[in-house]
């Protein structure tokens, strides 16, 4: 969640990659954060190439198997050493960094004082620093050459530029001050994808990526989104990306200013909550420092001290009523859930106000009661394990998680619209009050989308438009609509039948009327009765249940193994891999086809010594894993790791990313029901 909040804000990234194992699962999840939130620059590093198995070229050849980008340039080399005989022994090790764009390079020479961070460095061009036959040196000059004809292919003027010089190597004589300009313009067109090196433990290479951030990333004035006259002169408009809880601050709610300058003096209206809020403090974060400032200007990221009832992802203006919000963060559905007990009866409203101010800083975090328990929903153990830990140690709450349970969900079955109106027809303290309803209720088509908002389903207004899950009127929701929505929220959320919430449901609100002085109240209500009556009378619905898509890289020897227990746990095996390094569909069969490399620089295997396959045709050994690729029920992997470790003696690893939902048949959802209470 902390990766899909700073997505939103942010107008550039740098993207790790393992020199090892090249793109993973995570990496996959994160570029489609990235995607998702349209950050418009990217830069790629690829780090621990110090390790025995590194690859630069391999780690280059996923970018393109994984469909990352198709043109990923390479900015700098690493040298493996600068003693030539090391590139025939394949010893595995980095001395230094070569900036191909400025011609510099930098060796490392270890310090014996443990102060030093960096050790010694020396700088200076690539033919000072190593010798004239090292193999290292033509293969630097083809990657310069590779990389200027690459750009001058889609800048004609650095191509002019190019020609109009007069010397024997061009290329050689051509300045990194006349390249940048270029490269910077291509970056922010999303034309190429520069890509870095080094260590990162050892410091190696982050120094010369830190140089090309500032000459490479967007600035907010890049962004034509945020870039506007009006925008920068406005009105005061940020977004709360991330809320936070300090014993000594207080609430710290991160923000960017999308709009105006933002002052201590300013008051800010909350567009999600129509609450005021009021500025303690403004400050500018550096690391673990803080600056305290006495404004925020457009583009800005800072942090607000003072505000009282803003959560991740609400926009704050300083315009009242605003109809304008930004674009909010929303989180992924929740997967698993855990029931909360409370140490004493005393502790049980500690625990609840806990649970709310959690939710407040994460919003993939929710909690309910469900007969009479207090359960928390979150996004995997491993998540719940960690608001376990924050509930006692940020919040102080005297609690534990009880047996983690996956959360199911149900879904409407009929594929035909069915009509239902209601006539609501009571008295509201002692007056009496009419309202009528008429809502369509069916399952979603297949090329219909549900909202994120309403938890996979569909709410369409009379007007033909969907509908936000906003239950505060806005400019766009009026006070009779914000009634109904809050009415269909509550059967949404909880099942007539099983107590699920329901989703993949197409809701249409066709007509309704409230009689004159009868409150919204009774609209509310109207469209709950009938919302449940609806889901009631329709019997059992279908069941759906959270899967995942599990990578398991094991020694061939524990391959069998591997496959048996997925598929005797209703693992649905996708793909086996013979060779990590392939360029296959790493994904399993929804990949598409990988970008293709003509045209590209891809270094060759011998730039990273370890890498490369030795005389007998063997690899190293980190590389000789096999990889089983399935897709399986989250029910039957929350005690993997344990059966993982057993069954392949500690050598094989696993990734794990979500799924989505699945409709299960008769014979699991009796197995459901039963573990639900409700068979």
């Known amino acids: 969640m902390e990766v899909e909040s700073a997505s939103r804000v942010v107008d550039g990234a740098i993207v790790l990659l393992d020199g090892v194992e090249g793109v993973e699962a995570q990496t996959r999840g994160v570029w489609s954060q990235l995607n998702r939130h349209q950050v418009p620059t990217r830069l790629l590093f690829i780090n621990k190439l110090d390790r025995a198995g590194s690859s630069l070229r391999d780690s280059l050849l996923s970018v393109l198997s994984h469909q990352l980008h198709p043109r990923p340039v390479l900015l700098c080399m690493p040298v493996a050493s600068f003693n030539r005989a090391a590139y025939q022994s394949g010893e595995a090790g980095l001395e230094g960094i070569v900036d191909i764009v400025g011609w510099k390079a930098s060796k490392w020479e270890p310090s014996n004082d443990p102060n030093t961070i960096n050790g010694n460095i020396e700088t200076g061009s690539p033919e000072e620093l190593l010798d004239i036959d090292h193999p290292l040196l033509p293969a630097l000059k083809q990657a310069r050459t590779d990389l200027i004809d690459q750009l001058s292919i889609q800048s004609p003027t650095l191509m002019e530029e190019l020609l109009s010089i007069e010397s024997e190597d061009p290329y050689a004589a051509l300045p990194a001050e006349t390249i940048m300009p270029h490269l910077r313009s291509l970056t922010l067109r999303k034309e190429i994808l520069p890509v870095f090196c080094g260590a990162a433990l050892k410091h190696m290479g982050t120094k010369n990526l830190m140089d090309y951030i500032g000459g490479l990333l967007a600035s907010p004035l890049d962004v034509d989104a945020h870039a506007t006259v009006n925008n920068r002169r406005g009105p005061v408009s940020i977004l709360a990306w991330k809320v936070g809880w300090d014993k000594q601050k207080g609430w710290m709610t991160f923000v960017r200013v999308y709009g105006g300058t933002l002052t201590k003096s300013t008051t800010l209206y909350n567009t999600t909550t129509r609450q005021k809020e009021r500025i303690s403090k403004l400050l500018l974060c550096y690391a673990a420092e803080y600056q305290e400032v006495e404004s925020l200007p457009f583009g800005a990221v800072g942090m607000i001290l003072g505000l009282k009832h803003t959560r991740t992802g609400d926009t704050l203006t300083s315009i009242i009523d605003s109809k304008d919000a930004l674009k909010s963060i929303s989180p992924l559905p929740a997967t698993i859930s855990a029931s909360v007990v409370s140490q004493s009866q005393s502790d049980i409203q500690t625990v609840q106000n806990a649970l709310t101010s959690l939710s407040r800083t994460d919003p993939s975090v929710r909690w309910t009661e469900e007969d009479g328990q207090t359960l928390v929903h979150g996004l995997g153990a491993l998540h719940l394990e960690i608001v376990e830990g924050r509930l006692k140690e940020e919040f102080g709450a005297h609690c534990s998680l009880g047996k983690r349970r996956v959360s199911y969900k149900e879904c409407f079955s009929r594929t035909e619209d069915l009509v239902e109106s209601l006539h609501w027809d009571k008295d509201v303290l ?192 980190t590389r000789q894993k096999r990889s089983v690729f399935a897709f399986s029920p989250l029910s039957k992997m929350l005690d993997y790791q344990s059966r993982l470790r057993s069954i392949s003696g500690g050598q094989a690893t696993f990734e794990m990313s979500p799924a989505g939902f699945r409709r299960v048949n008769q014979e699991r959802k009796v197995e459901i029901l039963q573990e639900l209470g409700r068979a």
Do not use: C
């Not at 709950?528 to 329709?538: G, Y």
């Open 430 to 621: 002692g007056k009496p009050s009419n309202a009528l309803i008429e809502i369509a209720v069916r399952q979603l088509a297949e090329d219909e989308q549900g909202s994120d908002d309403w938890d996979g389903n569909l709410v369409i207004g009379p007007n033909g438009q969907p509908l936000p899950a906003a239950t505060v009127p806005t400019g766009k929701i009026t006070l009779e609509l914000a009634a109904i929505i809050q009415g269909l929220l509550g059967p949404l959320s909880a099942s007539p039948h099983t107590g699920l919430p329901i989703t993949g449901t197409h809701i249409t609100i066709r007509s309704f009327s409230l009689s004159p002085g009868s409150p919204p109240a009774a609209l509310a209500s109207a469209s709950s009765t009938l919302l449940r009556q609806i889901f009631k009378n329709s019997g059992s619905q279908e069941i759906l249940e959270p899967f995942i898509s599990v990578k398991v890289s094991v020694p061939e020897s524990g391959m069998g193994k591997v496959v048996k227990d997925l598929t005797e746990n209703g693992g649905e095996i996708q793909e086996m891999l013979t060779d990590i390094t392939s360029l296959s569909s790493l994904g399993g069969t929804n990949e598409l086809t990988a970008f293709t490399p003509e045209g590209l620089y891809i270094p060759p295997q011998w730039i990273s010594p370890s890498a490369v396959v030795s005389t007998d045709g063997s690899q190293d050994s």
